[in-house]
């Protein structure tokens, strides 16, 4: 548990890592990341305000005050983000599990101020294919765009696809859903964009590949969310 006078210090180091993360992931153009760039300067779009109310607190009381409510505001964001502050804290010798409220479980989906429905992004499991096919006619869905790009030593992707809903959804029917994929550790591409209708899942325990005919994108590791 991080004690009195060092959750300030943690905090701190959050960001000399972040700083640090970035120029590791632009520092060669053969091998920019640019998603972890874009990632970890995220953390603080708006965690910097939180940083520098902390750390300008007129007593040491009110400073550790303050930088632990911005440890909790940050890990607030989700799991992932939760990992990453724990990963880089302990990486800088602070160790920040104990000190962090619980995680909070995130919904399966929530909505938007138009009401618009986005689950949230979850592995893509036989378990989780077999649902999206009992929801989605993904057979009949139509690519909308695909991005593979170098990220460090690997190659990630994401994919996009207008799918049709199996189901009546009302006044919105006319607004297809999208299907997004992100791909980590792609081995293989191909793309011909004479013909971007039709995908299946072939799914192998414990996770699956996606195959979109006639593109291949083989990956070990596949999350997707539909946006209903």
Do not use: K
Request: hydrophobic share 40%.
């Amino acid at each position: 548990m991080i004690r009195r006078g060092t959750a300030l210090r943690a905090l701190g180091a959050l960001l000399d890592r972040s700083l640090l993360q970035i120029a590791e992931a632009s520092a060669d153009a053969r091998t920019y990341d640019r998603r972890t760039v874009n990632e970890v300067a995220d953390v603080w779009d708006n965690n910097t305000f939180p940083l520098f109310h902390a750390a300008t607190a007129r007593t040491s009381i009110g400073r550790e005050r303050r930088a632990r409510a911005a440890l909790s505001w940050m890990a607030d964001f989700g799991p992932e983000r939760r990992s990453w502050m724990v990963e880089q804290a302990a990486a800088a010798g602070h160790p920040l599990e104990r000190s962090l409220p619980p995680p909070i479980a995130q919904p399966r989906r929530t909505r938007d101020f138009r009401g618009h429905v986005t689950p949230s992004a979850r592995p893509l499991t036989a378990e989780a294919a077999l649902e999206l096919a009992t929801g989605y006619d993904v057979a009949a869905g139509e690519v909308r765009s695909l991005l593979i790009e170098r990220a460090g030593e690997r190659l990630t992707g994401s994919l996009v696809l207008i799918v049709p809903r199996r189901y009546d959804a009302g006044p919105q029917a006319g607004d297809l859903p999208e299907l997004h994929l992100w791909l980590e550790d792609v081995t293989g591409v191909h793309f011909d964009s004479d013909d971007r209708r039709g995908a299946t899942l072939p799914c192998r325990a414990p996770q699956c590949a996606w195959e979109r005919r006639p593109a291949l994108m083989p990956a070990s590791d596949v999350t997707a969310r539909c946006a209903a």
